[in-house]
């Protein structure tokens, strides 16, 4: 059975960093990709990262948060630095079965996080 938790969430001020971690258990990710998603109130989950043999961003976050996975720890972490009012959101850490290109949709990721929240205020 596989499981995804989740940890670091919080609150911060603007321009301030958090690290989010997810820890993996019972999936085997070899070349498989897994990703970074969050979802804001009345909003739709938005894929913002993933991360395999490379990694790409969402636009939005792209060169203020960085993704990157610790293999002997089964790990995945999302550093967020300068972060926006507009990044708060419910962040979730998901794990795809695809080896080919990173999943940008939720519909591709089988296995998900509990969601872990952030809130950024002004």
């Known amino acids: 059975q596989v499981q995804l938790v989740e940890s670091g969430g919080g609150s911060v001020q603007a321009g301030g960093s958090l690290r989010l971690s997810c820890t993996a258990s019972?999936?085997?990710?070899?070349?498989?990709?897994m990703g970074w998603f969050r979802q804001a109130p009345g909003k739709e989950r938005e894929a913002i990262a993933c991360?395999?043999?490379?990694?790409r961003y969402a636009d939005s976050v792209q060169g203020r948060f960085t993704a990157s996975l610790d293999n002997a720890k089964n790990t995945l972490y999302l550093q967020m630095n300068s972060l926006k009012p507009e990044d708060a959101a419910m962040y979730y850490c998901?794990?795809?079965?695809?080896?080919?290109?990173?999943?940008?949709?939720?519909?591709?990721?089988?296995?998900w996080g509990q969601g872990t929240q952030v809130t950024v205020s002004s």
């Open positions: 019972g999936y085997r990710r070899s070349s498989s990709w």
């Open positions: 991360i395999s043999w490379r990694t």
């Open positions: 998901a794990a795809s079965l695809r080896v080919d290109d990173c999943p940008l949709w939720a519909s591709q990721y089988p296995y």
